[in-house]
């Protein structure tokens, strides 16, 4: 049994999460999404609101445990931190967060090019003061399946 990915799956599975995400009302502008190792790096202006992406995949594992398995289970994290203005206070945080937890509530199917992310977990952890901005962060678990050949 081999396992080969095409060299799009795990580009498919993070736009398939930021797509749904940037449907959420509330959330700051593409332009306001950083990307992890972004180039060039983001500077967070005074008084915007922004987000940071990270995006984790994790090791992959047979679906199951016969002697002819031939789904393999990718899973993975993306941490999202939501960051608003420090001293505008927590309701927007508090807001867009849950409007993100929602859109990307367990259970949540995403279909990108033909590839089926599930999100497994999701949800916001409390904030807290860094710099100019009070940062919400959300932790988001998914899984992809794909046959081994």
Same mark, same amino acid.
């Not at 999202?80 to 409007?99: K, W």
């Not at 497994?120 to 794909?146: E, K, M, S, V």
């Given at each position: 049994?081999?396992?080969?990915? +095409?060299?799009?799956? #795990?580009?498919?599975?993070? =736009?398939?999460?930021?797509?749904?995400?940037?449907?959420?009302?509330?959330?700051?502008?593409?332009?306001?999404?950083?990307?992890?190792?972004?180039?060039?790096?983001?500077?967070p202006q005074a008084g915007t609101?922004?987000?940071?992406?990270?995006?984790?995949?994790?090791?992959?594992?047979?679906?199951?445990?016969?002697?002819?398995a031939q789904l393999v289970r990718? !899973?993975?994290? @993306?941490? !999202? +931190? #939501?960051?608003?203005?420090?001293?505008?206070?927590? /309701?927007?945080?508090?807001? @867009? =967060?849950?409007?993100? @937890?929602?859109?990307?509530?367990?259970?949540? /199917?995403?279909? #990108?090019?033909?590839? %089926?992310? %599930? @999100? /497994?977990?999701?949800?916001?952890?409390?904030?807290?003061?860094?710099?100019?901005? #009070?940062?919400?962060?959300?932790?988001?678990?998914?899984?992809? +399946?794909?046959?081994s050949t």
């Amino acid at each position: 049994m081999r396992l080969t990915l +095409d060299s799009t799956f #795990y580009e498919n599975v993070e =736009s398939a999460l930021q797509t749904r995400l940037l449907t959420v009302a509330g959330i700051p502008p593409a332009e306001h999404l950083v990307l992890e190792n972004q180039s060039p790096a983001y500077v967070p202006q005074a008084g915007t609101p922004w987000l940071r992406w990270t995006f984790r995949p994790q090791l992959n594992r047979l679906a199951n445990i016969n002697a002819d398995a031939q789904l393999v289970r990718h !899973i993975g994290a @993306v941490m !999202i +931190d #939501y960051y608003v203005p420090r001293g505008e206070g927590t /309701r927007r945080a508090n807001t @867009v =967060s849950a409007a993100i @937890v929602t859109a990307l509530r367990p259970g949540t /199917r995403l279909i #990108y090019n033909g590839l %089926l992310v %599930l @999100v /497994r977990t999701c949800f916001a952890q409390g904030g807290q003061n860094i710099d100019q901005h #009070y940062q919400r962060p959300i932790t988001l678990g998914w899984t992809a +399946d794909t046959i081994s050949t």
